[in-house]
């Protein structure tokens, strides 16, 4: 089981930026590809980005091509997104989890809460 705590969300204008960070713990991320998800009220959950286990290689949905990049740390255990010009359309919970594919294999964390106004 990976245990998984998001944190680096908040409240940011439109065109601003923000960098989240994914933790994991309970076993070593460095060999499986993670991924980064949202939820925006009342909709789905979605995919949003992913990375291999390697760093090599990144994917992501055409919403945010371009201005969301992911990487990872293996020695740290961690994963981030680095969220460029914003927009209120942005607004969720994001989410991290271990993924093959666009699906995520383990128990959601609790998320960190994106909030873009415009």
């Known amino acids: 089981q990976v245990q998984l705590v998001e944190s680096g969300g908040g409240l940011v204008q439109a065109g601003g930026s923000l960098r989240l960070s994914c933790a994991a713990s309970?076993?070593?991320?460095?060999?499986?590809?993670m991924g980064w998800f949202r939820q925006a009220p009342g909709k789905e959950r979605e995919f949003v980005a992913s990375i291999t286990w390697s760093g090599g290689s990144t994917y992501y949905v055409d919403s945010v091509k371009g201005r969301f990049t992911i990487s990872r740390d293996n020695a740290k255990n961690t994963v981030s997104l680095q969220m460029n010009s914003l927009k209120p359309e942005d607004t969720a919970v994001y989410y991290c989890n271990v993924v093959v594919g666009t699906r995520a294999l383990f128990v959601w964390g609790q998320g960190t809460q994106v909030t873009v106004s415009s």
């Open positions: 309970g076993r070593i991320i460095g060999t499986y590809a």
